[in-house]
């Protein structure tokens, strides 16, 4: 698993389409600070889950996404794609401080737990930057986990 913190999450199974009972659930987690873990069928359903919920509750400001896959919704915050292109993670592992210390001022953070984000070798010293600025106890981080991936 990515973080080590969602080992003690209970991971809770969403099926599409959403049920009054997982709605609910889903608006309480996206408004509680901590991790949770959703296991959905694929990264489109997660999506779609992610941006229904988040649209309804109009409460986020700046939403960042931890993914290594082709970002469909723009309105969010690309964090591969900005360690890519200005932090240069594969040369200095203090880029990725510097990462957290320029621009992790998000109020709401995804994480897309695909088999290729867990095999990178940076995503370990993320979790730990997570762990270690105590992010996850101001903010919901929604990990995403698949049944077809």
């Known amino acids: 698993m990515i973080l080590s913190a969602v ?7 969403i099926q599409t389409p959403l049920i009054e009972n997982d709605i609910l659930f889903l608006q309480n987690k996206f408004l509680e600070t901590g991790f949770c ?9 997660g ?10 509750l109009n409460y986020f400001n700046d939403i960042a996404i931890l993914t290594v896959c082709e ?6 915050f690309n964090i591969k794609k900005a ?8 040369k200095n592992q203090f880029n990725l401080i510097n990462f957290f210390l320029d621009q992790f001022y998000f109020d709401f953070l995804i994480i897309e737990a695909t088999k290729e ?18 992010f996850h106890k101001t903010m919901p981080i ?5 049944e077809n991936i």
């Open 71 to 76: 970002n469909s919704n723009q309105n969010y």
């Open 7 to 13: 080992d003690q999450v209970n991971t809770k199974n």
């Open 37 to 45: 873990n959703l296991k959905v069928k694929d990264i489109e359903t």
């Open 142 to 146: 929604i990990i995403l986990t698949y």
């Open 83 to 90: 360690l890519t292109n200005n932090y240069d993670i594969s």
């Open 117 to 134: 984000l867990m095999s990178n070798n940076w995503a370990q010293n993320f979790e730990q930057h997570i762990l270690d600025f105590n």
């Open 47 to 56: 999506r779609l889950i992610i941006s229904k919920v988040i649209n309804s």
